[in-house]
């Protein structure tokens, strides 16, 4: 029973750590925008000129850099992303598909959009930014919406809102997140990341 219950916590723990990649992952975006509305790297053409020096050029820079930073994370965890789509899953039939790709649209304007406006030349509101962006991150995977990723989108992953006949049974209304085109009658492979949502991929 001690054994069963330490099994499930730990699959517990990887689930939650997935969606908090995946909500990294969907910030790719946003912190590509604060680089380049933010970076701040002086250039002269004057004979005298000279370099400023490394530790002022970080300073003037500290936000794009962190941005930077947070980037590479989200690159190294769209990594880990795909390695995890290669492993061994379990299969369904495909009944009835409807696409949820607005889905992607909608976190773009809602969260993303609005947040590359902050003016970020102010401490107080890069913690605020920083703040919020921890917010959004804890509701987006308690309301299980970190599903909706702009940056898979840019990748060719598509949503789908499916129903499907599983070896236990029918689901109707799961998410299921893929890269392939999956229409009534496919037959995918599957990992589970939430009780209905799902990364699926064809059976070739």
């Known amino acids: 029973m001690q054994e069963a219950t330490i099994i499930s916590s730990g699959q517990q723990f990887s689930s939650t750590w ?5 909500y990294v992952i969907s910030l790719w975006l946003l912190f590509l925008l604060i680089i380049i509305a933010t970076i701040d790297i002086p250039v002269s053409f004057s004979k005298n000129a000279q370099f400023i020096g490394i530790k002022k050029l970080v300073s003037m820079n500290s ?20 390695y995890k789509l290669q492993g061994s899953m379990k299969t369904f039939t495909v009944i009835e598909v409807q696409d949820g790709n607005f889905e992607h649209l909608t976190f773009l304007t809602t969260y993303i959009v ?24 804890a509701i987006c995977i308690k309301t299980q919406m970190f599903y ?17 006949t599983f070896r236990t049974g029918t689901r109707l209304g799961i998410i299921v997140i893929s890269r392939d085109k999956i229409v ?20 070739q």
């Open 63 to 82: 936000v794009p850099l962190i941005s930077l930073l947070l980037l590479l994370i989200g690159i190294a965890f769209i990594g880990r992303f795909k």
């Open 184 to 203: 009534a009658g496919s037959r995918v492979k599957y990992r589970r990341l939430d009780e209905k949502i799902y990364f699926a991929r064809l059976i």
């Open 18 to 22: 997935d969606k908090i990649e995946l």
């Open 114 to 137: 609005p947040l590359i406006s902050f003016n970020l030349g102010e401490t107080r509101n890069v913690l605020i930014l920083f703040l919020l962006l921890i917010a959004i991150g």
């Open 148 to 164: 909706a990723n702009p940056t898979l989108a840019i990748l060719g992953f598509h949503i789908y809102i499916i129903s499907g």
